[in-house]
C-alpha cells in the first residue's frame, strides 16, 4: 500500500487566496484525521471523520477553514480567505479504528505558508 | 480538554546512553496509550499502541511501560544511537480522539 498520500507538499500563497489541501487514506481505513502541526501549539486535532461523516470539528479554528470527505478514499481542507497565521503543516492521517488498537498512519504533510 | 503532558521537552544524551521519558494522562475513561516516533521532515510512525495496565511493550531497543491506575507511561531506549534521534509523542485515545502530548526531542550525539 502507498501510505497515506498528501497534496500537495508545499504551498506558498499570498493572504486572501484560498487554499485547498487534499489526502488520499490508505484503502480500507474507516478514520481520517485532519492534524496542524506548529511550534507553539505541537499537533492540534482540526477535525476527524469515520465513515466519510465528521465526527467532531471542533478543533477548526474558525469558519475560514472547512473540511469535506465525499468517499472513503479522498478528504480535502479548505482555508478561503488563508491568512499569515494559518502558515503550519498540516497532516492527514487515517486509522481503522478496531476497537482501541487502531494506530494512525500520518501522511508526510503539507507545508502551507501564507505570505 | 484532556491534558497529555510529556516531559522532559528535549534530552541531549551521547550514543550509548540509556534514556527514558515520560507521559502522564488522566487516568478515567482509558481506552488506549499510543507512542509515536517522528523524526524530523517525516511524518509520525507508530511504535506501541498499549490498552492494559502493566502493559510492557518492546521493540528492538526501545520499550514502553504502561501505568493506568496513576496515569503515566514510560518509554525507554538502552543503548541510544544517533538514528533513534526523533521526537517522540505519546497520545491517549478517548472516544475515537487522539489526545496528543508535546513531545520530548531526543537528540544523540555521537
Not at chain 1, 497515506?4 to 487534499?22: A, C, D, K, N, Y
Not at chain 1, 492534524?35 to 469558519?63: A, C, W
Not at chain 2, 550509548?16 to 509515536?36: E, I, K, R, V
Request: aromatic share 12%; proline share 5%.
Amino acid at each position: 500500500d502507498a501510505g497515506v498520500i498528501q497534496s500537495p507538499r508545499h504551498e506558498v500563497t499570498e493572504m486572501g487566496q484560498e487554499v485547498t489541501l487534499r489526502c488520499k487514506p490508505i484503502s480500507g481505513h474507516n478514520s481520517l484525521f485532519w492534524y496542524r502541526q506548529t511550534m507553539m501549539r505541537g499537533l492540534e486535532l482540526l477535525i476527524y471523520f469515520n465513515n466519510n461523516v465528521p465526527i467532531d470539528d471542533s478543533g477548526m479554528p474558525e469558519d475560514r477553514f472547512s473540511a469535506k470527505m465525499p468517499n472513503a478514499s479522498f478528504s480535502t481542507l479548505k482555508i478561503q480567505p488563508s491568512e499569515p497565521r494559518d502558515s503550519a503543516v498540516y497532516f492527514c492521517a487515517s486509522s481503522f479504528l478496531a476497537g482501541v488498537t487502531g494506530e494512525l498512519f500520518f501522511g508526510e504533510g503539507s507545508r502551507l505558508t501564507v505570505l | 480538554i484532556l491534558n497529555v503532558e510529556q516531559s522532559p521537552q528535549s534530552l541531549h544524551v551521547q550514543e550509548g546512553d540509556s534514556t527514558n521519558f515520560t507521559c502522564s494522562f488522566p487516568s478515567s475513561n482509558f481506552y488506549a496509550l499510543h507512542w509515536y516516533r517522528w523524526e524530523t521532515a517525516k511524518s509520525p510512525e507508530a511504535l506501541f499502541v498499549m490498552t492494559l495496565n502493566g502493559d510492557e511493550k518492546k521493540k528492538g531497543r526501545i520499550s514502553a511501560t504502561l501505568n493506568t491506575k496513576e496515569g503515566y507511561s514510560y518509554l525507554y531506549i538502552k543503548g541510544s544511537q544517533p538514528e533513534d534521534s526523533a521526537t517522540y509523542l505519546c497520545a491517549k485515545y478517548n472516544f475515537n480522539k487522539f489526545y496528543f502530548g508535546s513531545g520530548t526531542k531526543l537528540n544523540v550525539k555521537p
